[in-house]
Nanobody, 121 residues
């Protein structure tokens, strides 16, 4: 299974976007999908990939990078096998390719193609 990111685009500073991360290759029951932790990462030009936000399985606890706290919100709809990233008050430094991945015990897997987010000033 892969997690495919979508919803990126070009937006002005201060604008908003909502990214979607959907499971492809198979359909999980809502209960099964809910077991999975899912994270959003991003990689800007010339930069290393960094964790943006994560939502844990079962508990639904969330974790955010300091740089996006208060602006980004991660959520999930298990019935739709989809995790969202609502991004508000976007800044030029948020420009990056955004990816989502499934959290395993030791690492992340199920990477799919990312989606480009460009914030223009």
């Amino acid at each position: 299974v892969q997690l495919q990111a979508s919803g990126g685009g070009l937006v002005q500073v201060g604008g908003s976007l909502r990214l979607s991360c959907a499971a492809s290759g198979r359909t999980f029951s809502a209960r099964m999908f809910g077991y999975y932790g899912v994270a959003w990462f991003r990689q800007g030009p010339g930069e290393e990939r960094e964790l943006v936000a994560r939502i844990n399985g079962d508990s639904g606890d969330t974790v955010y990078a300091d740089s996006v706290k208060g602006r980004f919100t991660i959520s999930r709809d298990n019935a739709k096998n989809t995790v969202y990233l609502q991004m508000n008050n976007l800044k030029p430094e948020d420009t990056a390719v955004y990816y989502c991945a499934r959290k395993t015990t030791t690492t992340y897997d199920s990477w799919g193609q990312g989606t480009q987010v460009t914030v223009s000033s």
